[in-house]
């Protein structure tokens, strides 16, 4: 075990374990993508032969790869930002400008969870299929998977939130010896 992750409290351990399994998968599901769309280009020119489906498959796939490294591109703090004012204040100004920022985005996931909640239920409920004529794709797992990126998007964004107003140093790297305003 790296001295890192014997630091980490074991909340943040699990959620990050979590996290980095559901970005592994969207990885393997990007590569499964990526032939079939080779698949169904190479059927189609060759052969004559396309892989019904493929429109509804990639469609629902882009959403659902993308809401399966949402976690971890957070936990990484990997997402977007602009520095014109970040880069020239003290590093517990630091600390509340990535808390504000964490807490904006756990609102954004929470709005997410609890919106997408009934429409999930209820895709259940009917088993919701999506596409037409010869195939059919299931749209309740890609409903349930939204939710369920929402949810570790907010746990995630919670740890954060908490990093950042108690311990900014170690967000930015920096020697708590060393800080000053």
Known sequence: MSTETQHK???????SIFVRILNTISGVWLF???????????????????????NEIVANSVLSILFLQLPLSIMQRSSLRTTILFDHVGI???????ASSYILAFLLFFAITVGGWPNMIESWEILELEGSGVVSIPVYPIRSLVVLASF??????TLLTYESLVRPQDIHG???ETVGE
């Open 152 to 157: 570790l998007g907010m746990a995630v964004c």
């Open 32 to 54: 499964a993508i990526t032939l079939l769309i080779l698949y169904d280009v190479v059927g189609r020119e060759a052969f004559g032969v396309p892989f019904h489906g493929t």
């Open 9 to 15: 409290p074991y909340v943040e351990r699990i959620v």
């Open 92 to 98: 517990r100004s630091k600390g509340i400008i990535d």
């Open 174 to 176: 920096l020697d708590p």
